[in-house]
């Protein structure tokens, strides 16, 4: 059983009970610091769909940080863990480390504040307005070079704060965003044929091509998983 706590300004706060491992989760650029039987880990930025470990005793919780984002908190380049699950410590320091832990073990004893983690999320929205406004730019399909010039400089200013910042370059957060963007609409029911033109796509092949890069399943197979 999956469930999740959205907070107002987009990260969440989610819960994994009884999984096996083995699900698919669609790559999303995100980063997780996640909570199984006592550990705390940090799965980097994923830019592939992956498998999801089994659940400890209790179950499993995750704090998600939106695209962009965790570099606030973990103080790292993200490009080091991108597709990667680390412990907690190997990636920041000790006072970070310790208000993680502090505020995610005590969920694996039954419910628990949330006030750290909601002070977290506001502490990132705050900081993060360079990212975001790459995360619209990048959903519109804006050309790197033009972002480049308005928001690094240069280019080559631009991939370095990219890898820094994301974990990966421009051109795999369009894809992810369009991914993101594709599994809403195929969730809506538009016609697959429609989603690919819709969504950005060359055409429903390069859609499929994406798709089983990034998501793990077929888009068909996607729009039956939903259901």
Not at 219 to 225: C, D, K, L, M, N
């Given at each position: 059983m999956y469930s999740e706590h959205l907070f107002t300004h987009g990260e969440a706060l989610w819960r994994s009970i009884g999984s096996a491992g083995g699900a698919t989760v669609p790559a999303d650029g995100c980063v997780d610091v996640i909570l199984r039987d006592g550990r705390v880990e940090v799965a980097g930025p994923s830019t592939r769909w992956l498998a999801t470990g089994r659940d400890g005793a209790t179950g499993s919780f995750g704090f998600r940080m939106q695209p962009g984002r965790a570099r606030l908190l973990l103080g790292i380049d993200l490009a080091a863990i991108a597709d990667q699950l680390v412990p907690l410590d190997d990636v920041t320091d000790r006072r970070t480390a310790a208000r993680f832990r502090e505020a995610m073990i005590p969920l694996e004893a039954g419910p628990a504040p949330v006030g750290t983690l909601e002070a977290f999320a506001v502490q990132l929205a705050a900081s993060s307005r360079w990212s975001d406004a790459i995360r619209r730019a990048a959903s519109e399909a804006a050309k790197a070079r033009d972002i480049a010039s308005t928001m690094s400089g240069s280019e080559r200013s631009f991939r370095r704060q990219m890898l820094v910042t994301?974990?990966?370059?421009y051109a795999t957060l369009v894809r992810l965003e369009r991914s993101r963007r594709a599994r809403t609409l195929l969730r809506s029911g538009m016609p697959i044929a429609d989603v690919a033109a819709e969504a950005g796509y060359a055409d429903q092949p390069h859609l499929s091509r994406e798709f089983r890069r990034l998501v793990g399943s077929s888009?068909?197979?996607?729009?039956?998983?939903a259901a």
């Open positions: 994301f974990g990966y370059g888009p068909a197979q996607f729009v039956s998983s």
